[in-house]
């Protein structure tokens, strides 16, 4: 199976890979985790990639095609794929279907995680993490069990990652609406796309992906 999962910041598209790789042994190709590791190993896209990132720049499209590209030449043709948050534009699922070509892929899948704006601000604004052991709370739909004290390690100390406000949220889901929700017709004329409610429980979320995969 190869797999797109699209959706704007926190519809929980990485949640919902993690648990796909558990669950169907398949590999979660997160674009932002590769460029990371890519210039980490200075391997050769990586230390082109970070060229552009040291001059300010944003990687181009060409760039994040060979990172994937090179990620699918080292899986076996057998492994099945999730595109985490990729292709974000038309130029992008354009590049996408000639590399999936070009190795002999096909998508089984485009699942979109609709959200509900206003809820997806009280998501993400909610989220903190343990600075210690980094285990993650919310502070409605999940607290600390003794206000202040992590639950696992005990830790007294919390972070908050600063782009987790309001107004970074709604800026990120104007880009999606804009640059990414138009890609969908071009799925939609192959009969790919299918729609899940993100704003339902993890397990909802993960019980409706599963229908769709058997």
Do not use: W
Not at 110 to 138: K, N, P, Q, W
Not at 194 to 202: E, F, H, T, W
């Amino acid at each position: 199976m190869n797999i797109i999962l699209l959706g704007p910041p926190g519809a929980g598209k990485g949640t919902q890979a993690h648990r796909m790789v558990e669950h169907h042994g398949m590999r979660q190709l997160s674009t932002g985790d590769m460029l990371r590791a890519a210039v980490k190993a200075q391997t050769p896209v990586g230390q082109k990639a970070k060229a552009v990132m040291d001059r300010g720049e944003l990687v181009s499209d060409d760039i994040v095609s060979e990172l994937i590209d090179a990620e699918l030449t080292a899986l076996a043709p057998e492994t099945g794929v999730i595109f985490d948050g990729y292709p974000r534009t038309q130029a992008q699922a354009e590049q996408l279907d000639g590399l999936l070509a070009k190795h002999g892929r096909c998508l089984t899948r485009v699942i979109e995680l609709g959200v509900d704006e206003d809820a997806l601000v009280e998501r993400i604004t909610g989220r903190f993490s343990c600075a210690e052991c980094g285990t993650l709370y919310h502070d409605m739909a999940n607290p600390p069990k003794t206000d202040g004290v992590c639950d696992q390690c005990g830790s007294t100390e919390f972070k908050r990652r600063p782009d987790d406000n309001e107004e970074t949220v709604r800026t990120r889901m104007q880009e999606y609406r804009a640059k990414t929700q138009p890609i969908l017709p071009h799925y939609e004329a192959q009969d790919l796309v299918a729609r899940v409610d993100g704003m339902a429980s993890i397990e909802d979320v993960s019980h409706a992906i599963d229908a769709l995969l058997t």
